[in-house]
């Protein structure tokens, strides 16, 4: 049980675990959070902590991570503990303490009216410990069932499931058509804001508790679905949700027109050692469509790789800087923030509705967009409504224009001719046991969610892994995930 120690707040301000200087780091692929950290100041920041009655920082978590409880033992210098504590709600807890925008800390009970407990740096540095201290080891468990599980995809997702249902003693193999392991983790996010070396450890460890990977391998092409199917008891697709929103605009297939994805595949790659062809965008004028995090990811990489000047544009008007009386906490805040890619000295433009790609010269390269400036009105649901045009004659320089306006569900099925079915929204349609149509074929992560958060990623594989036991042996001890959709089993 954890003690209180109510006045924690009182006596610390906040302090996170700082990124680098954004002059310094914006010149390189490195990390941009700060290596090392201060133990004591971590401690101190866990006495922050207030032990709340209801603890909103959890049903903030998406797989409701027992946060007070660790904040104490950090406080208490009970790190192993605080570990252990950890890796009972999430399998990764590097991937969330590295990348996760933490929802928690919007909902914690002190971000009502003051800074909120700094959950995602003391999540950091229990994992950073955790490793470093080699208390992170495989658990594989002590005897194998006779079932075998096929997991597609090796995202976050498709690692978690797989993970838990390798410790409860299934044999499992995970089919990723690319040829590493790591789903977006790999090849979306960037390698300054995330290390792929931090995949690499965990799928060793995956691997030392008997989770086969077999890369390169496409289910639906090197594999047949119905092949899959026989081959296995059960079937966890973990796909993803990598199919890119285009924009249907005059001059989309202008040369210099491309998806985010595109470039920051390549960039992956590129930094991994691959010669391979990368998007030319040294001394250009860069422009990304979607105001969202694929769209500051594709910033920060263009700064990286020399680009005379970055924009980023977003359709609607700039959030404002306080909660709007419809977003009152414990929500999540549509409040204004500068993201890490425009510390590096980005500019973004708001209220910006781009009309056509337009080639000046005629030889076949975008050289500006055509745009208005707009104000909108609002549906009660926060959709875009109505359009006012205050500027209809915007024109943005731009050699080179990256299109990251958003995701519409996976990019395949390969179950299709199976029965699995796409909802409205292109996601699979899974029941509450997170089965699809065709019996023993589970789905989990983006695939079903849509584009989301690895923390989801993380939860959705856990509840899939606890669905898929729970279908083969008639009863499960995998935990819930808490946040994500749980009906009692059985
Ligand atoms: C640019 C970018 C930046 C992001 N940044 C963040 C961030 O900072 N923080 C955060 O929390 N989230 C971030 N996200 C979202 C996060 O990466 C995803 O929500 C998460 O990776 C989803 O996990 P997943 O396992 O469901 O799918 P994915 O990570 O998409 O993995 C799916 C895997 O399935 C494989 N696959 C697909 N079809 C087949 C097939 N037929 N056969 C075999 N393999 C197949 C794919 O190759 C892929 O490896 C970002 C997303 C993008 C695009
Ligand atoms: S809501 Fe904040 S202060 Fe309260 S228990 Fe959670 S982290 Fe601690």
Redesign the pocket.
């Known amino acids: 049980m954890t003690e209180p120690h109510p006045n924690g707040w009182r006596d610390h301000d906040r302090a996170d675990i700082e990124k680098r200087d954004p002059a310094e780091r914006a010149d390189d692929f490195d990390e941009i959070w700060q290596e090392t950290w201060d133990a004591e100041t971590l401690r101190e920041q866990g006495k922050r902590c207030m032990d709340c009655g209801v603890p909103t920082c959890m049903s903030g978590c998406p797989i409701g991570n027992v946060v007070p409880e660790w904040n104490d033992l950090v406080y208490r210098d009970d790190w192993k503990r605080a570990l252990d504590r950890l890796h009972e709600t999430n399998n990764f807890p590097e ?2 303490g590295y ?3 933490a929802p928690c800390e919007s909902a914690c009970v002190l971000a009502y009216n003051d800074d909120p407990v700094t959950i995602k740096s003391i999540e950091r540095a229990i994992v950073d410990v955790g490793w470093a201290e080699g208390w992170i080891t495989p658990e594989p468990p002590a005897e194998r069932t006779e079932y075998h599980v096929g997991v ?9 499931a797989a993970q838990q249902l390798a410790r409860v003693g299934h044999r499992v193999t995970v ?4 040829d590493a ?10 390698d300054f ?2 290390r792929k070396s931090r995949i690499d450890r965990r799928t060793d460890q995956l691997r030392a508790e008997g989770v086969t990977f077999q890369t390169n ?7 047949a679905a119905d092949t899959l199917v026989a081959d296995h008891d059960a079937v966890c697709l ?5 199919r890119q929103r285009d924009i249907d605009l005059p001059g989309r297939d202008l040369d210099g027109v491309h998806f ?2 595109e470039y ?1 595949r390549q960039t992956n790659r590129e930094q991994a050692g691959d010669d391979a062809e990368r998007i030319p965008v040294e001394g250009r004028d860069v422009v990304v469509l979607g105001g969202g ?2 769209g500051a ?2 910033v920060a990489t263009a700064h990286r790789h020399g680009a005379s000047q970055v924009v980023q544009i977003g359709i609607r008007e700039r959030p404002p800087e306080e909660r709007p009386p419809n977003n009152p906490w414990p929500e999540q805040p549509k409040t204004y923030h500068e993201t890490y890619a425009q510390e590096e000295d980005g500019s973004e433009a708001f209220g910006v509705d781009t009309q056509a790609f337009v080639d000046t010269d005629g030889d076949g390269h975008v050289d500006c967009l055509d745009a208005e400036r707009v104000e909108w009105s609002y549906d009660e649901d926060g959709a875009r409504a109505e359009k006012t045009v205050v500027d209809p004659s915007l024109e943005i320089s731009a050699d080179v224009v990256f299109v ?1 306006i958003g ?1 519409t569900g ?3 099925n ?1 179950f299709e001719d199976l029965g699995v079915e796409r909802a409205a929204d292109g996601t699979f349609q899974t029941d509450e046991r997170k089965m699809t149509a065709v019996e023993g074929v589970f789905a ?4 079903t ?1 849509g ?7 993380i939860g ?2 856990r509840d899939a892994a606890r669905h898929v036991d729970a279908y083969l042996t008639g009863e499960t001890d995998l935990p819930p995930s808490l946040a994500t959709d749980n009906p009692p089993l059985l």
């Open positions: 991937f969330t990348t996760c925008p597609v995809g090796s995202g976050p997702a498709g690692l978690a089919y990723e058509r690319d392991v790591g789903g977006l983790m790999r090849y979306g996010i960037p804001k995330f391998t496409e289910v639906g092409s090197d594999v973990a796909v993803g949700a990598q985010a994805m920051l995090d694929t990811d594709c990251a995701f996976p990019t395949n390969p989990a992560g983006d695939a969610r584009q989301s958060l690895v923390v989801w990623a959705e594989g």
